[in-house]
């Protein structure tokens, strides 16, 4: 099975379908939310135990901010054929730096030999009310927070060597304080973590709505379209690839001023009805946006 | 480093060393623990996907029930390198029933590409007074739910091809039941994964205490004095091997009746100052309890 289809037939079996799980308590919803990451797609020859830490950590924490959450606490658990003192003292320090970033906890960790080196991290989380997937309507604004690409572009550093700027981008900084800003005025949200495409079907099939995106808007991050030699580059990279983080939400046009005001964010199209499918408008022409994206 | 190596120096790190990380809120505290199952250790030929799906939640939910706390819900991450749906389905139909028996839900589940089969669980649980690690007086009874040996004879069994005794021996439910029933009444506790002797030392560390069991008193499972054919034999499969998941607790001997009345348990020793260290009365003697166990 694809892991299109993998998903689906979860989704069929459990409530998944947003970036966390949601626990109602009396007063307030718990969110929670599992992410692991393994060296062979996740954790790239280059990368440094400090970044893997940090990013382990900020995946997780992303999660949390993409439903608007405020984030009570992460545990990291770690597999590994071996473990050296230095390479898990490194991985331990970023991961305890992104959670002091965020204005979080590392609360706990555990170890355990495994053949390929894996870091699973959970992150639990609180929001009065969360942002979820299905709340956009036709006619609001769709917007993003940051530019895109980084990761794509992280991993063109690493292969030419550039490993300082390419840990650097690697080491993003979750979208918790955007994300709450946001809870009050976004319909709905997710976080880019496979590609702006593959995350606009995913808020699309949620919300059971259309999107159309004007690409002379896409904030494509500053490495990206210096590495990039085509415009099938750029896309490529910045559309598809994925591993971003930011967060990709939905805004009825009346709460753009209040949006403006909560957090910086680019207005990349509307929303529209689902039978308009998922479209970019590109000079003349309105391309039809392949549902693709980075599998991981 | 070795495993214990490494726990001693994320302790030193992090707020570990309980079975789950809390985090307090204004009415109650929350429970998290992730746990990481994968095929060379914990998932061997002859465990079916069932099974696989059921142990992984149960470990999780065992680490809740250590607590003394109730289960709010579950997530579930599956890494393999591929994923037939008829071994999805199994799987998933174990980790649901687990979920069920135990009265909790299945809140999450998410996939991902990994070279060697890994389950990570995520269990969320609360509780009005968590039972620390860390409680445990001299005087007080030492105690243990249920019998030791189970999965070690599972293992026996599948090797031996008794494909379905062994199974169900390690679909073991999860001490919830009892555990919420104990936290009033138990001064410590803990779940025995790494072996009773092992958890003696954890609680023993924790609380600053020694122990001194009774050999005679020690609750073997039935099908461990089937298969074990010396007393070393049977202490290597009862006393050290581990994955039991029976709840370890100390309770104050004037409460004994109270926590009668609340689960079936039985007395296996006494708490003793630390300078006494870990020892079991065998007969006319005292021997120590080496600090060893199942590292995993």
Redesign the interface.
């Known amino acids: ?1 694809r ?1 299109r289809d ?2 689906k ?2 989704s069929e ?4 379908g947003d970036d ?4 109602s ?3 307030t919803n ?1 969110l ?5 990451l ?1 060296r ?2 996740d954790l790239p020859d280059g990368m440094t135990p400090y970044t893997m830490g940090w990013r382990a950590v900020a995946v997780s924490l992303s999660d949390i901010a993409a439903m608007g959450g405020r984030p ?2 992460v ?1 990291i ?1 770690l ?1 590994a054929p071996e ?3 230095k390479f ?2 490194e991985l ?1 320090d970023g991961a ?1 730096a992104c959670c002091d970033v965020c204005e979080t ?12 080196l ?1 870091i ?1 991290t ?1 992150a ?1 989380g609180e929001a009065q009310k969360p942002v979820m997937r299905s709340g956009a309507h036709p006619e609001e604004l769709v917007c993003v927070t940051g530019d895109l690409g980084r990761t794509a572009a992280a991993l063109e550093l690493l292969k030419a060597k550039e490993y300082e700027q390419a840990n650097a981008l690697l080491r993003f900084t979750p979208r918790l304080r955007e994300g709450q800003a946001l809870a009050p005025l976004a319909s709905s949200m997710i976080d880019i973590s496979d590609g702006l495409v593959r995350s606009l079907y995913q808020l699309g099939e949620a919300s059971q709505v259309g999107f159309k995106i004007d690409a002379t808007a896409v904030p494509f991050a500053l490495e990206v379209e210096e590495l990039a030699r085509t415009q099938d580059e750029l896309f490529e990279m910045g559309l598809f690839f994925g591993e971003d983080f930011e967060l990709l939400f939905t805004l009825p046009q009346e709460r753009l001023l209040d949006a403006r005001r909560a957090c910086e964010f680019t207005v990349i199209g509307r929303v529209v009805p689902k039978g308009e499918g998922i479209t970019m408008q590109l000079g003349p022409e309105r391309i039809v946006l392949p549902d693709r994206g980075y ?2």
């Open positions: 099975m892991e993998v998903i037939f979860l079996k459990l409530p998944i966390c799980a949601v626990i308590l009396k007063k718990l929670l939310t599992t992410d692991m393994h062979q797609t009570l606490g545990v658990a597999g473990f050296e003192r898990l003292e331990l305890l906890k590392l609360l706990g960790g555990d170890t355990d030999r495994h053949s390929e894996t699973v959970t639990l599998e991981h």
